[in-house]
């Protein structure tokens, strides 16, 4: 996930010389403009630096505002969706989103909350990984229009170092920056804290001063463990330019379990096609608990209000279709309104029709291996359904793992050309909710 969104909280720091950030209220909230009240609404606000302020500036006209999103993958994944959205309703209220590449904060990497140093990345990998995480953005901006996409690597590598600490670093002060909650951590737990990670935060706050000389951007938003890092771009503005910014951080964000949103127990959630395809993350969607349903439709789906109430009070067994909504919505602005309907009719083929759905997900196995046996346990663990052997074998004795949907009971069974659907394939089931195709090639 991106490095400087992280879904933890770090809200000790406020702003010199403007008010304090306020954890609002959003039932006593009224805001003037339809960019803080659709914000506020939805459940997007946790803190703001100066509700009044950036209410009248989003009233007066139109306010450019960023979100940075650091190359640490070749994908985003679920977790960065709530800044996505936010930067995607930023244009619907008319105003000006900047998505805020980190060719250049890449290369230090956020110490925010995290145990040890992140792994520190060559150019090829920040340039490989942007790629990636570029491909996403299209289809919740519109680039021909109000939003831009920029990469701090334009300002930050180009920094005569010696000039940086005179003009930027003399603004900082080192007691400040240790009082923050993610420097503090660490220190606390003795766990190192490199001089290059340190200067993260002054980095991030010099991309704002930047960003607001070149495009005139006014508003920075991010997590709620962003907030330190925000205000220090505040302060650095009105030290350096003497301008007014805002901050806006969105809340902490955990499933109603208290799982982390974006990851599985197989892994993370990813944004792009080639690592989670459109019925996978379908099914994502389709599995959320019933006390996060009302609060996904509003942060993940551009449905009104009004709908989104509607579905929020069906009770019984009728909250699945809002989850079925929730999914399909959600996956048509990712993939396309085209793979959302198809992941939806593969999911009704599957379970509600029990007939074997073309689209299910698919992994070859090569024809010689699988002319030569292959042990079920083996298929599911190639399959990527469960981690190892041994977890299958676990699974089979809890009645888990299933075969063209008849449980399998021997863990010593292999697998042949007679478990061959007249397709050509073989289903493989764990649980009730996750089916792949095996096919030999």
């Not at 720091?13 to 006593?28: E, F």
């Not at 991309?207 to 920075?220: A, H, I, M, P, W």
């Not at 650095?236 to 951080?249: C, N």
């Not at 004795?397 to 061959?420: I, P």
Request: net charge negative; with cysteine; charged share 25%.
């Amino acid at each position: 996930m991106d490095g400087r969104n992280n879904p933890d909280h770090d809200g000790k720091t406020a702003q010199p010389r403007r008010k304090s950030g306020q954890q609002l209220d959003r039932t006593m909230t009224a805001f003037k403009s339809d960019l803080l009240r659709v914000l506020s609404e939805r459940g997007y606000v946790h803190q703001i630096s100066d509700p009044e302020g950036l209410d009248a500036a989003a009233l007066k006209g139109p306010i450019g505002a960023y979100i940075g999103f650091d190359a640490t993958a070749t994908s985003l994944h679920a977790g960065s969706l709530i800044q996505i959205m936010m930067l995607h309703w930023m244009q619907q209220t008319g105003h000006k989103p900047i998505a805020l590449m980190g060719g250049g904060t890449s290369m230090v990497g956020d110490p925010s909350f995290k145990e040890e140093s992140r792994k520190l990345l060559t150019v090829e990998d920040i340039e490989r990984n942007l790629t990636g995480i570029r491909k996403v953005f299209a289809r919740y901006l519109d680039f021909g229009g109000t939003a831009t996409m920029m990469n701090n690597a334009d300002w930050l590598l180009g920094l005569n170092y010696l000039e940086f600490l005179r003009d930027v670093g003399r603004h900082f002060s080192v007691n400040r920056m240790l009082s923050f909650d993610s420097v503090k951590t660490r220190l606390e737990r003795e766990q190192s804290l490199s001089f290059l990670e340190f200067n993260y935060m002054i980095l991030q706050a010099y991309d704002f001063v930047e960003l607001n000389k070149r495009t005139g951007c006014v508003l920075q938003m991010g997590g709620s463990d962003q907030w330190g890092n925000i205000v220090n771009g505040i302060d650095l503005g009105h030290r350096m330019a003497d301008v007014q910014l805002y901050a806006l951080t969105s809340p902490l964000l955990t499933t109603s379990s208290g799982g982390k949103m974006g990851k599985t127990a197989s892994g993370a959630v990813w944004l792009n096609a080639e690592l989670m395809g459109a019925y996978d993350f379908w099914q994502f969607w389709r599995n959320t608990e019933d006390a996060d349903v009302e609060r996904f439709l509003k942060l993940y789906t551009t449905l009104p209000m009004a709908e989104i109430a509607r579905l929020a009070a069906l009770g019984g067994a009728e909250i699945n279709e809002a989850k079925k909504i929730l999914a399909t919505e959600v996956t048509a602005m990712l993939h396309g309104r085209e793979a959302a309907e198809a992941a939806t009719e593969t999911a009704r083929k599957t379970f509600e029709d029990g007939s074997l759905a073309a689209d299910l997900p698919s992994f070859n196995v090569a024809a010689a291996e699988f002319a030569e046996g292959l042990g079920v346990l083996t298929a599911f663990v190639k399959a990527g359904l469960v981690p190892s052997t041994g977890e299958a074998r676990r699974q089979v004795k809890a009645g888990g793992l299933r075969v063209n949907d008849a449980a399998v009971t021997d863990e010593r069974a292999m697998l042949s050309h007679a478990d061959l659907s007249s397709e050509g394939v073989i289903k493989l089931s764990f649980g009730k909710k996750k089916h792949i195709l095996l096919r030999p090639e």
